[in-house]
C-alpha cells in the first residue's frame, strides 16, 4: 500500500511527499483506515515507529473535509503530551502535514508567558497540542473552552503516567464532550495503562500493537558494557573520540549528574551540551535546536527532558547511567535508528547496577548483548584520557571524601584549643 493510494486530501499527499514518505509504517498502516473512519483506538507502539503522523494524517484529513468555512474556529482535537519538546514536535508534524490544508494548528506549555497564548485561542485554532499543566491553568480560568473538542490523543500515555498527571487526564475529561473519538497512545502496557486506556475509549476501540516481542525497534543494535563508576567518564571519553562526527545522545540519572559529566568532558576538551529541568526553557530549546542541525555534537540529557523528542541522525545512544526501568530503557534506545535510518546503543553498567539490568532484561524479556572490554581494552581506555593527573587521580567522590575529612579534623583541633 501507498499513500497515494488513501482517501486523504491531496494537500496532505503533498506534504507527505514533500517529506519523501513512501510507503506507511507499520502502525500507520494499521491505525489510518481506523482513525478516517471515526473509530477509538488504543495502540501499543514503540517510539520511532511514525506513531505522530499515525494520528496526524488521519485527523488532518477528517478536519480539512469537515472545515466549515466563515465559522469561528473552536478546538476540534485536543492533543495531550508529556513534556514541552514533545509537544512542540507534535506541533511541528502537525504543521508540516497540514501546510496545504485550511486546518490551524496551536501549541500551549507551560515556561512562556499566557497572555499571547490566551489570545491565539481567543482567535480559535483547530488542533490544540498540550502539555497538561499550562492546559488547566487555562482552563480554569475560562480561556480555553473544550466543549468541542471531537478528538482526543493522548500521547505517550505511560510516559504521562509516570509524571503524575493521571488526576489531570481524569479531571480533563469532565470539560470534554462524551461523544468524542479517543485515540490512545502508549509505547509500553501494564495493568495501570490498561485500566485507564479502557476507562477512556469506547469498548469497541481497534486495538494495535506493533512488536510486542522485541520492544526494541529491529534497526536499533543495542548491547551493554561493565564499567565501574567511576571508570564511565573515561569509556565515554573514549567513544566520542573514536567517532567525533556522530551525533551522540548520553543519557544520565540525574541533573546534577549531567553537569559533571558535561564538566569532566570539558576537562578532556569536548565540547557537550545538557539538557534537563534545571535549565531555563529557553536554554533547552537552543540545546536542542543546535543539536538537531548538527552544530552540537554530543548532548547530555536526563529522561524526562529527552524523552519522546524526535532528533534526526542520532548515531549513538549512551546509557551513561542504566535507567530504571524497561520502559525507559526502550524511550531511551528508541532514539536512535528512527523511521529507517540505523541507530547504535550502548550502556554502561557498574557493579551497582547489576540488579537494575537484571530487571530491565526480564521486563524486555530478551537479554541485552554483553560488549566484551578485555582487562587489557579497560586500563587501556582509563590510561588513555587526556583528563590531567591530578583530576584522575581525585575524582568527584573522593574530592567530597577528602574535604569531610579535612573538615572534621578541622573541628577536633578546634575543641583541642578551646580545650
Ligand atoms: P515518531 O514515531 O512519530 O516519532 O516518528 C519517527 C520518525 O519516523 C520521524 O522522524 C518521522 O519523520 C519518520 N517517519 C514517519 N512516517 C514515516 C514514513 N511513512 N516513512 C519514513 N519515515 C517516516
Not at 107 to 122: A, N
Not at 207 to 226: G, L, T, W
Not at 390 to 402: G, H, N, P, T, V
Request: positive net charge; proline residues 4%.
Amino acid at each position: 500500500m501507498k499513500f497515494e493510494d488513501y482517501r486523504i486530501a491531496d494537500g496532505i499527499k503533498t506534504s507527505i511527499s514533500k517529506l519523501g514518505y513512501k510507503k506507511p509504517t507499520d502502525i500507520q498502516f494499521k491505525s489510518i483506515p481506523a482513525i478516517l473512519k471515526g473509530e477509538d483506538v488504543l495502540a501499543i507502539a514503540q517510539t520511532g515507529t511514525g506513531k505522530t503522523a499515525a494520528f496526524a494524517i488521519p485527523i488532518l484529513h477528517r478536519l480539512q473535509e469537515r472545515k466549515v468555512l466563515g465559522r469561528p474556529n473552536a478546538v476540534r482535537c485536543l492533543v495531550m503530551t508529556p513534556t514541552h519538546e514533545l509537544a512542540l514536535q507534535v506541533d511541528n508534524v502537525f504543521r508540516t502535514l497540514g501546510k496545504h490544508t485550511r486546518v490551524t494548528t496551536y501549541c500551549i506549555h507551560g515556561g512562556v508567558g499566557q497572555d499571547p497564548q490566551k489570545e491565539k485561542l481567543e482567535d480559535g485554532v483547530d488542533v490544540l497540542i498540550v502539555t497538561p499543566g499550562r492546559m488547566f491553568d487555562l482552563v480554569s480560568q475560562g480561556a480555553l473552552d473544550l466543549s468541542r473538542v471531537e478528538t482526543l490523543v493522548l500521547d505517550e500515555a505511560d510516559h504521562m503516567l509516570d509524571l503524575g498527571f493521571i488526576k489531570d487526564i481524569r479531571d480533563v475529561m469532565r470539560h470534554l464532550p462524551t461523544r468524542r473519538q479517543t485515540l490512545f497512545f502508549s509505547a509500553t502496557i501494564n495493568e495501570e495503562i490498561k485500566d485507564i486506556a479502557y476507562s477512556l475509549v469506547r469498548s469497541q476501540a481497534i486495538r494495535i500493537q506493533i512488536s510486542p516481542k522485541d520492544p526494541v525497534a529491529k534497526n536499533i543494535e543495542h548491547a551493554v558494557a561493565y564499567i565501574e563508576m567511576d571508570d564511565k567518564r573515561f569509556f565515554l571519553e573514549g567513544m566520542i573520540n573514536n567517532h567525533p562526527d556522530a551525533k551522540t545522545l548520553v543519557f544520565v540519572r540525574t541533573k546534577v549528574r549531567a553537569e559533571r559529566v558535561k564538566k569532566a568532558m570539558e576537562r578532556v576538551k569536548l565540547i557537550t551540551d545538557t539538557i534537563h529541568s534545571g535549565r531555563e526553557h529557553a536554554d533547552r530549546e537552543r540545546t536542542m535546536n543546535s543539536f538537531r542541525s548538527g552544530a552540537l555534537k554530543i548532548l547530555i540529557a536526563t529522561d524526562v527532558s529527552a524523552r519522546g523528542i524526535d532528533i534526526p541522525n542520532v548515531e549513538y545512544v549512551i546509557n551513561y547511567d542504566l535507567p530504571e526501568t524497561a520502559a525507559q530503557y526502550v524511550h531511551r534506545v528508541g532514539r536512535t535508528g528512527r523511521g529507517t535510518n540505523k541507530g547504535q546503543a550502548y550502556s554502561f553498567c557498574s557493579k551497582e547496577e547489576k540488579e537494575v539490568l537484571a530487571e530491565i532484561e526480564e521486563n524486555l524479556g530478551k537479554p541485552i548483548t554483553r560488549l566484551k572490554v578485555t582487562k587489557a581494552e579497560y586500563a587501556n581506555t582509563v590510561a588513555n584520557t587526556l583528563e590531567p593527573e591530578i583530576d584522575k587521580k581525585y575524582d568527584w567522590q573522593a574530592l567530597i571524601d577528602e574535604h569531610q575529612v579535612e573538615e572534621e579534623k578541622r573541628k577536633k583541633k578546634k575543641k583541642k584549643k578551646r580545650k
